[in-house]
């Protein structure tokens, strides 16, 4: 190996995600997390060892690259997985092309065309519809026939480390009739996944499950906010809005679907069946450990959740089926989250609104305090990894801190 | 006048809208319409008349121009005015900066980054109310106090003259408990305009109803194509999806707020009151004529809605407002999109949802046919036109013919 990766590093040499970051001496471009560091893809590429366009290299997304197509993406990874460990290889004795990660900001890995955000997960959309409908018949009508999903804000996703602002807006008192303006009371993580779009489609032209792989590049941990008395007030009957638009915050390296390949597993049973162009072959599913992490403002963190990316009802070939299914069209770097990711056990839920069950059951800290929501100075980090034997594939953090409302 | 303008022409020298054309010769770029004319912008930017770096007019789409700001835009559009009118202008004599519009093809003006579709029509959401709902209480208990919106499909947004394909998807038939997939059976326009953003937020900033025009840089005519059947399955808890993001049409030309100026009328009154961050001064509503055909595939136009971009119960303003109050960026290129516009006549009704009330009535066509929704091989226009006296600012026309289902 010619650099040194961690043990247990996140990062190892079986995954080789894709990102862009900036030093003090570097500009924003392409470069792959190894253990600690980051290997800058543009000094690599000087060495001439790549026979593609190596300017989309260079760009602040990772767009054009992703553009290129698997074939060549995915090659790039091998190579760079092969190179690492090899010590005659080109990459060998030069450590100018290394970054210390810690010396390096992170940006958006991709500029996102449009943002969609899917209800995937059986067991949150169950808690949600017990809460706010009816406990007997908490999943609606179309749940199980349609991955329910929604267009999002594509502007306000922002890289981890980005804090964020409480957002304000209208709410609706208890009792009361008429509205009130100011800072959300109900701020909320959501705890998600969400992929990349790696292949452009036609306007008119569908994805089948069978071939929705080839177009999703690669997969990032992804913090959808939402303020919980916002959306309550404003979401009948459009659906979530400034609730939800304020912010998403993403963790900045894509892991792809080959890195994540020696993870999947088979989905849950789905009854009843799904209409044919839902139907899907093989194991779909991936075996992905998420845990979220509460820290107070110059303080511990607690973890508050450990969910899996396993638990999914309906799949990432399904959910762009279905999206595709009436002819829209999706480009390169648009991103698709899965909803909110809880499983069944209590401390499984991903968000406060499922963990703290509408503020009737506070979650405690190490630090002695509880939350129903998010405090302003609460640093919010989701974490992700996929360990098989000795192979692990991590996704490192989104990590954001709360400030209070402008 | 160095060039002949048609009596009645939408594209008065009023107007002097700015879109994007190319013709055999002349590479995608910025142009004027002029009466039956447009003023190719690369061409005038030879004749070194400009003084604001002239490459922007070369590209794609409109957001560099439109990113330089109104000091500059509102400048060149005012020049050309002045061009235009005086005989001895560095454009006079020069018939190679003009091409027949019948002999370009106009493409989308923007670079779309973020969709917003509203709901401002309280005659629309009324309707709709009635409908699907309780006739008794039609709207909500938030629509008067709330802009309602949700957030489109940006990629699916195409030119006027672009054809789509109806849409496959998902429906529930009548009476039944399991949904069946095949191709929408009831195939909507909506009539509806939709303002361009002029200028970039950051996120956490907000906009206020004194500034929101700032950000404004002009309005298109905008058909939100539905599929009210896939719509109707769909959209409990999270909003339109698949039912509406198969396609949007715009008119190619964006028509400037200054040249809207002389239109300025006064909007609903509103009451309840809104909360402080929605109160208005001055006139924000515009007084634009709007109707829209339905031609059988072969036939005439028959003309089924006759409305007003006045009869808003929500102005721009006050949606701009909304959008960013809890701190949704906005950046140069996105489009907001009014919702259905309905009057309060049965002909100025926005939809055939409404125009037909749900098929109960269908609407006659000249050629004796009857439609309840849109049939394949029609083509929907809508038009749109300003007129205060002799002064006449018009929208052309966005026209869309629908193909059978792929």
């Known amino acids: 190996m010619i650099i040194d990766i961690p043990e247990n590093s996140d990062f190892s040499i079986h995954n080789i995600p894709f990102g862009i970051f900036s030093t003090k001496d570097r500009s924003p471009r392409a470069g792959v997390a190894v253990g600690d560091h980051i290997l800058d893809l543009v000094a690599v590429a000087e060495l001439d060892v790549f026979d593609f366009n190596v300017a989309v290299l260079g760009r602040e997304d990772l767009n054009d690259f992703i553009s290129l197509g698997k074939e060549i993406t995915s090659r790039v990874r091998k190579k760079i997985q092969y190179w690492l460990k090899d010590d005659t290889s080109p990459l060998a004795g030069k450590p100018e092309l290394f970054v210390k990660q810690s010396e390096a900001q992170m940006h958006m890995p991709v500029c996102v065309g449009d943002y969609t955000d899917f209800y995937s997960s059986i067991e949150h959309a169950t808690n949600v519809g017990k809460m706010f409908r009816d406990p007997e018949n908490a999943l609606l009508p179309n749940w199980k026939h349609i991955p329910v999903g929604y267009h999002g804000?594509?502007?306000?996703?922002?890289?981890?480390g980005q804090p964020i602002h409480r957002p304000k807006g209208q709410t609706l008192p208890k009792d009361a009739n008429t509205p009130v303006f100011g800072p959300?009371?109900?701020?909320?993580f959501e705890l998600e996944m969400g992929f990349v779009v790696g292949k452009n489609t036609d306007l008119g032209e569908s994805v089948s499950t069978k071939e929705a792989e080839d177009y999703i590049f690669g997969l990032v941990l992804f913090n959808d906010w939402s303020a919980r008395d916002i959306q309550k007030w404003e979401y009948v009957p459009l659906g979530p809005f400034l609730g939800k638009n304020f912010a998403s915050s993403i963790s900045p390296w894509i892991v792809t679907l080959d890195a994540l390949e020696p993870f999947r597993v088979s989905g849950p049973e789905q009854e009843p069946k799904v209409l044919p162009y839902l139907v899907y072959e093989g194991e779909k599913n991936y075996e992905i450990n998420l845990e979220v992490g509460i820290t107070p403002d110059g303080g511990d963190e607690t973890t508050v959740c450990h969910s899996n990316f396993k638990y999914m009802y309906w799949n990432m070939a399904q959910q762009l089926a279905h999206h595709t299914v009436n002819g829209c069209n999706i480009h390169v770097g648009d991103m698709m989250a899965s909803g909110t990711i809880s499983g069944k056990d209590e401390n499984s839920y991903g968000s406060m609104l499922e963990l703290a069950w509408?503020?009737?059951?506070?979650?405690?800290?190490?630090?002695?305090?509880?939350?129903?929501?998010?405090n302003d100075g609460d640093t919010v980090t989701l974490r992700g990894y996929a360990q098989k034997e000795a192979i692990r594939v991590g996704f490192g953090a989104v990590s954001t801190k709360v400030l209070p409302a402008k």
Do not use: C, H, Y
């Open 153 to 160: 804000r594509a502007s306000s996703i922002v890289v981890s």
């Open 184 to 188: 959300s009371q109900r701020l909320d």
């Open 358 to 374: 509408m503020g009737t059951k506070p979650v405690q800290l190490n630090d002695g305090s509880e939350r129903k929501f998010i």
